[in-house]
């Protein structure tokens, strides 16, 4: 069964610019989460989503990042434009929905995308 | 809010060795789930173990265990018998049971241990 896979793995851009970063989620998994940690930091949440709607994205820093799921598949998250402090490595999750009584589920993580804002 | 505090940037452990991560967390919750994960440079970031706060036994996997002490919010990761594939960054993770709220997804991580493993 293939894991959370994250495109691209790196990705160096200049201040200014756009990135989009993708994320496809275990197969059947409804909840995606994103996650990043900027250098030196902890690793922090940022939004939840159960299919297609967001759940939680109390931990989204700005309007310059958008996250969507179209049709409760995969992800993107785009930043726009692009900062220096948004350098760091952006993890996407995901884990099986039972219900939103139940948090005990494990959370599978893809392996990152390192984003360098130039 | 809940913090989670890991309070050693790097430990290092000699091969077959049994080495201790720590961990301390901040909560107000009675009800919680407590988490190591292991990311291995350039790989996925993979559960190691986890403890429900309900239960008073230390959760075990095979080399990994954990000592859980609820009153002091302290929740310490033991290797035992270190491997050279241990090597990795271990992050400590707090989430809260919050059955029906909006924030039941959301992880809060330490900082990160470095552990190496010297043959």
């Known amino acids: 069964e293939a894991g959370v896979t994250q495109f691209p793995s790196h990705s160096v851009i200049e201040k200014g610019q756009t990135v989009t970063l993708r994320c496809d989620p275990i197969s059947g998994h409804d909840n995606l989460y994103w996650y990043r940690r900027v250098m030196g930091k902890e690793i922090k949440f940022l939004l939840h989503f159960v299919k297609e709607s967001k759940q939680d994205e109390s931990g989204m820093p700005n309007n310059r990042f958008l996250a969507e799921r179209t049709g409760g598949t995969y992800s993107t998250l785009k930043v726009q434009p692009a900062e220096l402090e948004d350098s760091g490595v952006y993890f996407c999750?995901?884990?099986?929905?039972?219900?939103?009584?139940?948090?005990?589920?494990?959370?599978?993580f893809g392996e990152g995308s390192w984003l360098t804002v130039v | 809010a809940q913090t989670v505090t890991q309070s050693q940037p790097e430990m290092s452990v000699q091969e077959a060795e049994t080495v201790t991560l720590s961990c301390t967390y901040d909560?107000?919750?009675?009800?919680?789930?407590l988490f190591w994960y292991k990311q291995p440079p350039s790989r996925q970031m993979i559960l190691v173990i986890r403890?429900?706060?309900?239960?008073?036994q230390n959760a075990t996997e095979n080399r990994f265990s954990v000592n859980f002490q609820k009153a002091a919010k302290s929740f310490s990761l033991k290797i035992s018998d270190s491997q050279l594939g241990d090597a990795a960054m271990y992050f400590c993770a707090y989430r809260s049971s919050n059955a029906g709220g909006t924030s039941y997804g959301k992880l809060t991580f330490g900082q990160g241990t470095i552990l190496t493993v010297h043959p």
């Open positions: 999750a995901s884990s099986q929905f039972r219900d939103r009584f139940y948090s005990g589920n494990t959370i599978y």
């Open positions: 909560t107000s919750e009675s009800d919680y789930y």
């Open positions: 403890q429900e706060a309900y239960k008073q």
